[in-house]
């Protein structure tokens, strides 16, 4: 079982920053992958950033240059900068683990945080 757990979420103005943490605990795999995703009201949750397991990451087009992800595998957490934030950037936003089971690290599980909420408004 992993457990998700975010914070940082809360009201900013336009190009204002916020930055979200995660952490994760439980039991996680040594093959494991951690992102972020929001969802606005009405919408589909979409990808923001994530890692990958060539430990790489992935962004969305629409926060490319503006958010950063990063994570402290020390700390099992990850975090998402978020500068020159837009009104469009507002949603929930969500934590995401993807486990990777093994022997074989094929199938992978995905945990959740509970969102957190990032408003960005005048």
């Known amino acids: 079982q992993v457990q998700l757990v975010e914070s940082g979420g809360g009201l900013v103005q336009p190009g204002g920053s916020l930055r979200l943490s995660c952490a994760a605990s439980?039991?996680?795999?040594?093959?494991?992958?951690m992102g972020w995703y929001r969802q606005a009201p009405g919408k589909q949750r979409e990808l923001v950033a994530a890692?990958?397991?060539?430990?790489?990451?992935n962004y969305a087009d629409s926060v490319k240059g503006r958010f950063t992800i990063s994570r402290d595998n020390g700390k099992n957490t990850v975090y998402l900068q978020m500068n020159s934030l837009k009104p469009e950037d507002t949603a929930v936003y969500f934590c995401?683990?993807?486990?990777?089971?093994?022997?074989?690290?094929?199938?992978?599980?995905?945990?959740w945080g509970q969102g957190t909420q990032v408003t960005v408004s005048s």
């Open positions: 890692e990958t397991r060539g430990r790489s990451t």
């Open positions: 995401n683990l993807r486990n990777y089971r093994p022997p074989s690290y094929i199938r992978a599980d995905d945990y």
């Open positions: 439980g039991s996680l795999f040594s093959i494991n992958t």
